[in-house]
């Protein structure tokens, strides 16, 4: 399977503890992004890299989260301290920028639940 | 997202009836996206618009983008079960700031959940 894998599927954790998760983008796309689902919304975007860089964080991503992509493959995303409203389903998304399109291409998802 | 309108909310149609969906956007696209998602599962990719008064179609799915490059809709002609879920348009916003270009990120609307009985 060539398309964008996120582990775990499933997490659940008690509030206070610290979580993190992977994504693993579509080989050679140079970019990842991470965002955050609510149940009866559309998404919203958390951050994005380009190769290793991190380009953009978005006022969602408070201190308690960090995004990394060190080697400009597969990232993680850590969130500390996790809270009941980090509740939500955390979707990475990659795409291969070149010229016009920014196809990007959504991993399957990691539904973390906070007790 | 205030920035991008997706309507309606909700649809309920038989099987066999034509079907359109409206996403409108405050600020001018770079790109249009529609994406399909299951409950609980991630986003699957559709199609993209770029270019005002574009029009792109996959099986019975057709996507349009006004020629403003604000407002795009996705019809379903001859709905059947199997197009059932939730439709998600994006948009990437053009950044005047950076000549012009694409923000790179994607911002949503709601989505429509689409109910189709048999």
């Known amino acids: 399977d060539t398309g964008v894998s996120q582990n775990p599927r499933h997490k659940i954790t008690k509030r206070g503890q610290n979580v993190t998760f992977r994504c693993d983008p579509i080989?050679?796309?140079?970019?990842l992004y991470w965002y955050r689902q609510t149940l009866g919304q559309g998404p919203e975007f958390l951050t994005y890299?380009?190769?290793?860089?991190?380009?953009?964080k978005s006022r969602l991503l408070s201190d308690r989260f960090s995004a990394e992509r060190p080697k400009g493959s597969f990232s993680t995303l850590e969130i500390q301290r996790t809270e009941q409203g980090d509740s939500a389903m955390y979707l990475c998304a990659s795409s291969l920028v070149m010229g016009l399109g920014n196809e990007q291409f959504f991993g399957p998802g990691t539904r973390l639940t906070v007790l | 997202s205030q920035e991008l309108e997706q309507s309606p909310q909700s649809l309920i149609v038989q099987e066999g009836k034509n079907l359109t969906i409206n996403c409108t956007s405050s600020k001018t696209l770079y790109g249009l996206y529609w994406y399909k998602q299951k409950y609980g599962e991630g986003l699957i990719f559709l199609m993209m618009l770029q270019k005002g008064g574009e029009e792109k179609s996959h099986e019975k799915i057709t996507a349009k983008l006004d020629e403003k490059k604000q407002q795009s809709s996705l019809h379903i002609t001859a709905s059947q079960p199997s197009h059932a879920g939730i439709y998600l348009c994006g948009a990437d916003h053009l950044d005047r700031n950076a000549g012009g270009t694409s923000y790179g990120k994607l911002t949503f609307g709601q989505g429509t959940i689409l109910t189709v009985h048999p």
């Open positions: 080989s050679e796309h140079n970019r």
């Open positions: 890299f380009q190769n290793e860089a991190q380009l953009e």
